[in-house]
């Protein structure tokens, strides 16, 4: 459940910072010093995200947290894509940055857990394969954009990663 949902928000929800240049310019009409703050806006959300996860400990209710984070992470995209104020936009991508850092934490100790020693090494390069699901996500997020601008391409590509989490959801409770 963890990886499938990981490939899902790397593919979907992630690619929005490859439009941080087009919301910084044509969305917000900002300059470079507000595009710098867009790209650390999310740094600052995953710092006090990541602190606040270490300090909480290892807690129960791990697959409650990541279907929270992830619907975090959605609404944070969501808030971000409408958004036409600098300010309101920075608050936002800390969410994202904040909820997407809880979400990699949670789902990498919980793969941790479920897999013996032996195997958690193939397991693990299995996980991280996500790292390159946020250049091919992009793809898709470009061909939205040029088609229906960024504002909807992030709202889309937001609401298709929260329609995955809840498909995996569903079908982890079949199985």
Known sequence: VPILIAYGVAALAMAYSRLLPVFATNVLHAGMREYGWLLAAPGVG??????????????????????????TLVIGLCVFAVSGRMWLSL??????????????????????????DSHRGRVISI??????????????????????????????????????????????RVY
């Open 46 to 71: 995953a710092l006090c995200a990541s602190l606040a996860v270490a300090a909480a400990g290892r807690r129960p209710g791990a697959r409650r947290r990541l279907y929270l984070s992830v619907t």
């Open 91 to 116: 608050a936002a991508l800390a969410v994202v940055g904040g909820a997407q850092m809880t979400f990699r934490t949670t789902a990498l100790a919980a793969v941790h857990e479920a897999v013996e």
């Open 127 to 172: 996980f991280l394969l996500d790292y390159g699901l946020w250049s091919f996500g992009t793809l898709w997020l470009g061909i939205l954009c040029d088609t229906y601008g960024p504002a909807a391409a992030v709202l889309t590509d937001a609401l298709s990663c929260f329609v995955v989490t809840v498909a995996v959801a569903a079908a982890a």
